[in-house]
């Protein structure tokens, strides 16, 4: 057969393991081809090289993509040993294809491959660049490969030829899959390229890495699941203002299932510069394996949307590692309908007047104690701050989460009590509160110690801005029946004289707001025991609580 001329390889499983899926292949019975495509170990390359090409084997395996980040290193050109792949016949010819990442090769969108192609006679060597083209493929280029020099990018460019050919192996599949046996074999196809030539020139200055984004809207981005298609699928959406980094690119083509989520969570969220400047840094999280597991990346996919859309930057994942639980499971509900509500995101801004944005843990226990001493009352939620780290917690307590407990809520009133808590948070931050628990009341009270103080606040910038949140989400968390129940009520402001009005929701969304700070010295200056003012915030209270959805 014709000389082995293969300078890079891209490999895409058609069928595997599989039965009946492709028609055309059906009840085919090819032979396994001479010709065939395999991963292959650095061992197994090293020992082809051995006595023929030393140096080059030294200088492989001296530079693996381990060593890219090192201060020291004396050569531009890093090898990822872990991914290599053989092209070999039946005449004991072979072309190895090692995936090679460029130091200094910041600002393009090539990938590389070093090609080395073992015959009989001779070994060849060559460096294969491929350019992304816009319709979805690669363009190759090949040229010679100079270990004591850097990559050089100059020079006029001519494309190689690259062809496929089918690989047809022995059936893998279960006799079980078919009705009359298994006999359909695994097919691959195996598309390489020929020729040689230099690779295309490097972007100019112009085309460098940029520190601003632009957002890039139109419809989802598809991709083929894997390296390359999910390298191409990024470049596609980064482009023009930002080229990944060789990290980045290994990152990307070598976990799949990692990368591959983050193009799902920009075509669901959208390619706004905020999120487009976020993923750019989870893929160096990715590369330096701060994910263990595909939850961890999910879990802070999750919360990045969350704390985009809120006035705080969260952390549910104590919440979203086990949403299973019904507790856990109702929360992330109602969190999630909040951040629907535009006024929730500027909740800090027009309470506060203040946009800053700082970190908080949501847990949920079983039970919540007052300054979390299980010898106090039992609590909604409480809010604290670790002494060393800093970090801000709240804690909700499972109770009211769920149905059957004396303390079981609506939906809409646990929407009350996350509100509460965040306005609580922000407070807690700025009254610099010690570590221990406190609940929403007492902060209240420590930052507005007088009721003139209180008033002000929670009725002129507090009360209004609940309202327009609870508003916003009340078809969310309630549903059509039930609100037709509540508002066939009657409410009565006065008792002597007896006076009637029927159900209000704004007046509603005012009272369940007030809810809960009975022990404010405002509470209790507005709405004395015995009055007609707590009378009515109770039947409002009351009557959400028995119709509403919970």
Same mark, same amino acid.
Request: aromatic share 10%; charged share 20%.
């Given at each position: ?386 002494? *060393?780290?800093?970090?801000? /917690? ?6 009211? $989460?769920?149905?059957? #407990?004396?303390?079981?809520? +609506? @939906? ?60 916003? *989400?009340?078809?969310?968390? /309630? ?6 129940? $509540?508002?066939?009520? #009657?409410?009565?402001?006065? +008792? @002597? ?54």
């Amino acid at each position: 057969m014709k000389r082995l001329k293969f300078y890079f390889i891209i490999t895409m499983t058609l069928i595997i393991n599989s039965c009946g899926v492709n028609e055309e292949i059906g009840n085919q019975t090819s032979p396994k081809a001479t010709t065939y495509v395999k991963p292959a170990s650095i061992n197994e390359l090293l020992s082809d090289l051995e006595n023929r090409n030393d140096e080059l084997a030294d200088f492989i395996i001296s530079n693996p993509f381990s060593n890219f980040k090192q201060d020291d290193a004396k050569t531009d050109y890093f090898f990822d040993l872990e991914h290599i792949y053989v092209v070999k016949n039946d005449k004991n010819e072979a072309a190895y294809m090692i995936p090679v990442y460029i130091k200094s090769d910041i600002s393009s969108s090539f990938l590389y491959s070093l090609s080395v192609e073992i015959t009989n006679t001779e070994i060849d060597v060559k460096l294969v660049t491929k350019e992304p083209t816009d319709n979805g493929t690669f363009d190759y280029y090949g040229s010679s490969f100079d270990m004591y020099k850097k990559s050089s990018s100059t020079g006029k460019t001519k494309q190689i030829d690259c062809y496929c050919t089918k690989v047809v192996s022995d059936c893998t599949c279960h006799t079980t899959h078919a009705a009359s046996g298994c006999d359909h074999p695994s097919v691959t196809i195996s598309c390489n390229c020929s020729g040689s030539s230099v690779p295309p020139p490097a972007p100019g200055p112009g085309d460098a890495t940029k520190t601003s984004w632009t957002s890039s809207g139109g419809a989802p981005t598809a991709y083929t699941p894997n390296g390359d298609g999910v390298y191409m699928a990024l470049r596609k959406i980064f482009k023009p203002e930002y080229e990944l980094s060789p990290l980045q690119k290994y990152a990307i083509v070598n976990n799949v299932p990692y990368s591959s989520m983050l193009i799902d969570f920009l075509n669901q969220e959208g390619k706004t510069p905020a999120n487009k400047a976020f993923v750019s840094l989870i893929i160096y999280a990715i590369e330096d394996a701060q994910f263990s597991n595909l939850k961890q990346l999910s879990n802070s996919l999750q919360n990045f949307i969350y704390s985009q859309k809120s006035p705080l930057d969260v952390d549910l994942s104590h919440i979203l590692n086990n949403l299973d639980l019904p507790e856990n499971k109702k929360f992330n509900e109602i969190y999630k309908n909040l951040t629907e509500s535009p006024e929730f995101k500027k909740l800090f801004l027009d309470i506060f007047a203040d946009s800053n944005k700082f970190n908080v843990n949501f847990e949920i226990n079983d039970h919540v104690y007052e300054d979390n001493d299980p010898l106090k009352k039992e609590v909604h939620a409480t809010t604290s701050q670790n002494p *060393i780290t800093k970090a801000i /917690t709240i804690k909700v307590s499972k109770q009211i $989460l769920i149905a059957g #407990t004396t303390m079981s809520q +609506t @939906n809409i009133e646990n929407a009350k009590t996350i509100l509460h808590e965040c306005i609580h948070a922000y407070l807690f931050v700025k009254a610099n509160n010690p570590s221990v628990g406190a609940d929403f009341v007492k902060t209240l009270n420590t930052m507005y110690p007088t009721p003139k103080e209180q008033h002000d606040f929670m009725y002129n910038r507090m009360i209004p801005t609940m309202q327009t949140v609870l508003s916003e *989400i009340r078809d969310l968390v /309630t549903t059509i029946p039930k609100r037709i129940l $509540l508002e066939d009520y #009657t409410m009565y402001p006065t +008792t @002597n004289p007896l006076t009637s009005t029927k159900f209000n929701w704004s007046d509603f969304y005012k009272y369940l707001s007030l809810n809960g700070l009975n022990e404010t010295s405002c509470f209790k200056e507005d709405f004395p025991e015995g009055s007609d003012a707590l009378s009515l915030l109770n039947q409002y209270v009351r009557s959400g609580k028995i119709e509403l959805d919970r």
